[in-house]
């Protein structure tokens, strides 16, 4: 298994920015697709963007697309989120998720996924 532990959480006005990084060991980077999913309170973990394992293809939420940017850095073993634009709403902790096998119509789907971090707290106020 590939160990995940996400930073770079914090407290944001709303319209500003955050990278969030997703340092990866145990296992060679290259080899997992990955994902961000966030859980906001009082609510189900959901889908915020996934990057196949070359980097080729990417997706993002309909909540998310346009502000939010995902990358990663094989050298490093490290995927990062860029988020730009930040609402209110997208307050929540955030988790990485890595994925050995998965398909793409599986890519939203948060059991697909068989690694995650421990999270990280992202709070934007008004």
């Known amino acids: 298994q590939v160990q995940l532990v996400e930073s770079g959480g914090g407290l944001v006005q709303a319209g500003g920015s955050l990278r969030l990084s997703c340092a990866a060991s145990g296992h060679t980077f290259a080899n997992y697709a990955m994902g961000w999913f966030r859980q906001g309170p009082g609510k189900e973990r959901e889908f915020v963007a996934y990057i196949s394992r070359t980097g080729v293809s990417t997706d993002y939420a309909d909540s998310v697309r346009g502000r939010f940017t995902i990358s990663m850095d094989n050298a490093k073993n490290t995927m990062y989120l860029q988020m730009n634009s930040l609402k209110p709403e997208d307050t929540a902790v955030y988790y990485c998720?890595?994925?050995?096998?998965?398909?793409?119509?599986?890519?939203?789907?948060?059991?697909?996924?068989?690694?995650w971090g421990q999270g990280t707290q992202v709070t934007v106020s008004a």
């Open positions: 998720a890595a994925a050995a096998q998965i398909t793409w119509s599986q890519r939203t789907i948060f059991d697909s996924y068989e690694n």
